[in-house]
């Protein structure tokens, strides 16, 4: 019996000591911000990440040391891409406002019906095509998995959202959240790009390539009359030593309209030239990624896994390529014939087949949409 009220006694007194150690500050309390505490953990925790267990790698090692770096590129991302998205609509409006204003009126004065005809139809369906999938594209949720518990099949668990992950899924930094069939995450739309908008944004850049292209092409003879005839005002303009500077026929009056009007000709064919280049590009890139059935995330995780295999003699296969025709039926959501029209040559907000939760990995050699 005594010994129990000892033990009685030492417990209550060692809960009292600890009170008293949580109630009475400590000296020398680190004082420094709790934004310098959180960064120097932080450090800590990257630091500790090198020799944490037997299966750091290189790998590891690499994302743990540039970490700070993605960081602050995500971050900055995320603040500019409001930035970026109206950089876009500034460029394409002012494209615009010059082929209103300055082309409309030449193509009227001098295409014959038939051009005049074929450029308002073609013009106005590449700007409607634009319009349409770049704000769908940008308002467009990129699709997220379900935050609660479900009977969704998933294939491994994301570090940073605690969350599961089904297949196909990945973790986007600068939206700070998981991202169903993630391809990557564009400044330019300040939206990631998922399942359920990768369709509006491929449809975006086609239309804006393609758009790029035609005043290019269309617009080339009256560059080159804008520019020769700058450079002839140019030398109009100096007054070279000895040269006489009468002359019978007075020179043409050069305008500060006709100086406007051929510096925005002038600005319009070399802005759509060099986007046609650059974004025509990355479309057809993106192209070939839809042909393949992979997205830009899985071009790399498909690469590695090629390599994986090869040293150890086997063939890795893609387990989400249906084939080069039913990957563009399924990306384009085309179901019967007259889709082609209805859901690619024409605006259309049908969402994508699936949930972007499970998919169909090694399916039967055959056509998935029979059209």
Same mark, same amino acid.
């Given at each position: 019996?005594?010994?129990?009220?000892?033990?009685?006694?030492?417990i209550?007194?060692?809960?009292?000591?600890?009170?008293?150690?949580?109630?009475?500050?400590?000296?020398?309390?680190?004082?420094?911000?709790?934004?310098?505490?959180?960064?120097?953990?932080?450090?800590?925790?990257?630091?500790?990440s090198?020799?944490?267990?037997?299966?750091?790698?290189s790998?590891?090692?690499?994302?743990?040391?540039?970490?700070?770096?993605?960081?602050?590129v995500?971050?900055?991302?995320?603040?500019?891409?409001?930035?970026f998205?109206w950089?876009?609509?500034?460029?394409?409006?002012?494209?615009?406002?010059?082929?209103?204003?300055?082309?409309?009126?030449?193509?009227?004065?001098?295409?014959?019906?038939?051009?005049?005809?074929?450029?308002?139809?073609?013009?106005?369906?590449?700007?409607?095509?634009?319009?349409?999938?770049?704000?769908?594209?940008?308002?467009?949720?990129?699709?997220?998995?379900?935050?609660?518990?479900?009977?969704?099949?998933f294939?491994?668990?994301?570090?940073?959202?605690?969350?599961?992950?089904?297949?196909r899924?990945?973790?986007?930094?600068?939206?700070?959240r998981?991202?169903?069939?993630?391809?990557?995450?564009?400044?330019?739309?300040?939206?990631?790009?998922?399942?359920?908008?990768?369709?509006?944004f491929?449809?975006?850049?086609?239309?804006?390539?393609?758009?790029?292209?035609?005043?290019s092409?269309?617009g080339?003879?009256l560059?080159?009359?804008?520019?020769?005839?700058?450079?002839?005002?140019?030398?109009l303009?100096?007054?070279?030593p000895?040269?006489?500077?009468?002359?019978?026929?007075?020179?043409?009056?050069?305008?500060?309209?006709?100086k406007?009007?051929? %510096? &925005?000709?002038?600005?319009?064919? =070399? *802005?759509t030239?060099?986007?046609?280049?650059?974004? !025509?590009?990355?479309?057809? #890139?993106?192209?070939?990624?839809i042909?393949?059935?992979e997205?830009?995330?899985?071009?790399?995780?498909?690469?590695?896994?090629?390599?994986?295999?090869?040293?150890r003699?086997?063939?890795y296969?893609?387990?989400f390529?249906?084939?080069?025709?039913?990957?563009?039926?399924?990306?384009?959501?085309?179901?019967? %014939? &007259?889709?082609?029209?209805?859901? =690619? *040559?024409?605006p259309?907000?049908?969402?994508?087949? !699936?949930?972007?939760l499970? #998919?169909?990995?090694?399916p039967?050699?055959?056509?998935?949409?029979?059209?």
């Open positions: 019996m005594q010994n129990i009220v000892c033990l009685q006694l030492l209550s007194l060692h809960l009292l000591r600890c009170v008293r150690l949580r109630s009475c500050p400590r000296r020398g309390r680190n004082t420094l911000p709790l934004w310098i505490r959180e960064i120097w953990a932080y450090m800590r925790l990257l630091v500790q090198f020799y944490f267990n037997s299966l750091t790698d790998d590891v090692v690499f994302d743990s040391v540039f970490e700070p770096v993605f960081w602050t995500d971050y900055v991302t995320r603040w500019f891409g409001t930035l998205v950089l876009v609509v500034i460029l394409v409006s002012s494209i615009l406002v010059i082929c209103y204003v300055i082309l409309l009126p030449m193509v009227l004065k001098t295409y014959s019906p038939e051009g005049i005809a074929w450029h308002l139809c073609y013009g106005h369906w590449n700007l409607v095509m634009i319009v349409f999938h770049y704000y769908k594209a940008t308002t467009t949720s990129p699709g997220y998995p379900p935050t609660e518990k479900n009977d969704s099949p294939v491994s668990v994301c570090k940073r959202c605690i969350m599961p992950k089904p297949a899924t990945h973790h986007c930094g600068i939206c700070n998981c991202i169903l069939r993630m391809d990557h995450h564009c400044p330019w739309l300040n939206n990631c790009v998922g399942h359920l908008n990768h369709r509006y491929f449809s975006f850049c086609v239309a804006l390539t393609l758009g790029c292209v035609y005043c092409i269309s080339r003879d560059f080159l009359d804008a520019y020769n005839a700058i450079e002839s005002f140019k030398h303009d100096v007054v070279k000895g040269v006489p500077t009468n002359y019978q026929t007075p020179a043409p009056p050069y305008t500060f309209k006709d406007m009007i051929h %510096k &925005s000709i002038i600005y319009m064919w =070399v *802005l030239s060099t986007v046609a280049v650059a974004l !025509g590009a990355l479309t057809i #890139w993106h192209a070939v990624l042909t393949r059935g997205t830009s995330i899985e071009r790399h995780i498909n690469s590695k896994e090629r390599k994986r295999l090869a040293k003699g086997r063939v296969r893609n387990p390529d249906y084939g080069r025709l039913n990957n563009w039926k399924y990306f384009l959501g085309v179901e019967k %014939k &007259s889709h082609w029209l209805t859901r =690619v *040559l024409l259309s907000g049908h969402t994508p087949p !699936g949930d972007g499970t #998919w169909d990995a090694f039967v050699k055959k056509d998935l949409i029979p059209v």
